[in-house]
């Protein structure tokens, strides 16, 4: 009986998801959205083998990390990658890098990120950095289980995970900078819309910030900037990439709209051809690594 009663709950919560973007669930499986007429920005693509693993360079490692998260009340995993020859006698900036709907700490590694920075660093391309892939589902049972769109809550209340206890933990544990202009965050679909809705609702802790896909969590552009003059003066960096064939360009179009209109820089680019999927995502780590603590 239970478990039917959380069945219908989860339904439900799937349909409310899925119908509060115009359209509702259909063609490229989410839906046909309105079309907001904007100029993106040029695209440029990344070189070959940009995400293949060379030979003969410095590479760095990944690990998994366990903290304690006070708003969950759990032990949470994060994976991070270390920079080649990672020194404790340094000092490095961080990058948060947020999953999709279906995904969890792990998802990112499709995207293969220690290949693409690794060859980043042998090219002199990007500022040393350390990047955590936390587990952005923000409840008892984080695993991506069942209806996952039952979880959007979770989604949101990762806020709060995240700003009271894994930039602590991470903090503690690693030989980081600590102010905002060293954190940038960035995220794929789910976690573009978290990287969005915290990044810029809190411009102190994160100065870059990256939405790839963006999923319709992604707040009102209204919400997302309400005093434009601030937004201008803090945020360095707003950076956007969505799929052309992508059914969720509207979240990040009608931001890259409001922008325009309002004089806030910031950047979409629209992947040609591109799908929901890590053609598009690994494209947009490669090119927002280059362009972040810089
Ligand atoms: C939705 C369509 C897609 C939605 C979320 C997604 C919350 C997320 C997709 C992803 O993370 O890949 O209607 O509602």
């Known amino acids: 009986m239970k478990r039917i009663l959380l ?3 989860a339904l439900v919560c799937g ?26 920005d040029p695209y440029v693509a990344a070189p070959a083998g940009y995400d293949a693993e060379r030979p003969g360079i410095g590479r760095g490692t990944l690990e998994t ?7 969950v009340g759990t032990i949470r995993k994060a994976t991070v990658y270390l ?54 589902r923000a409840q008892e049972n984080d695993r991506a289980e069942g209806n996952v769109y039952a ?10 995970d995240l700003l009271g206890s894994l930039i602590p933990f991470i903090e503690g544990k690693y030989s980081v900078y600590t102010d905002r202009m060293h954190r940038a965050i960035a995220g794929l679909s789910m976690g573009g819309g978290q990287s969005l809705n915290f990044g810029l609702a809190h411009m102190d802790v994160f100065a870059f910030v990256g939405g790839f896909s963006s999923a319709p969590n992604t707040n ?10 601030k937004t201008k003066a803090e945020n360095k960096l707003l950076w956007m990439v969505c799929g052309s064939k992508d059914g969720l360009m509207y979240n990040s179009s009608r931001l890259k709209a409001f922008c325009d209109e309002h004089g806030v820089p910031c950047t979409l680019i629209e992947f040609p051809d591109g ?19 810089k």
Do not use: C
């Not at 929901?276 to 995502?281: D, I, K, L, P, S």
């Open 151 to 160: 979880s959007s809550p979770a989604f949101a209340a990762f806020e709060f």
């Open 7 to 9: 069945t219908i709950a």
């Open 275 to 293: 799908e929901h999927n890590f053609v598009v995502w690994k494209y947009g780590l490669y090119n927002f690594a280059q362009l972040i603590f």
């Open 220 to 229: 009102t552009p209204e919400v997302l900037i309400p005093d434009v003059e």
């Open 65 to 71: 990390v366990e903290y304690k998260s006070e708003s």
């Open 15 to 40: 349909a409310v998801a899925a119908s509060a973007q115009p359209g509702g669930m259909g063609m490229g499986g989410f839906g046909q959205m309105p079309q907001v007429n904007v100029k993106f």
């Open 83 to 136: 920079p080649p020859k990672y020194d404790a006698s340094k000092k490095y900036p961080v990058l948060y890098l947020l999953h999709g709907i279906g995904g969890d700490e792990r998802e990112w590694l499709q995207g293969v990120p220690n290949v693409i920075m690794d060859n980043l660093y042998a090219d002199g391309k990007a500022a040393e950095m350390i990047i955590v892939m936390p587990n952005g």
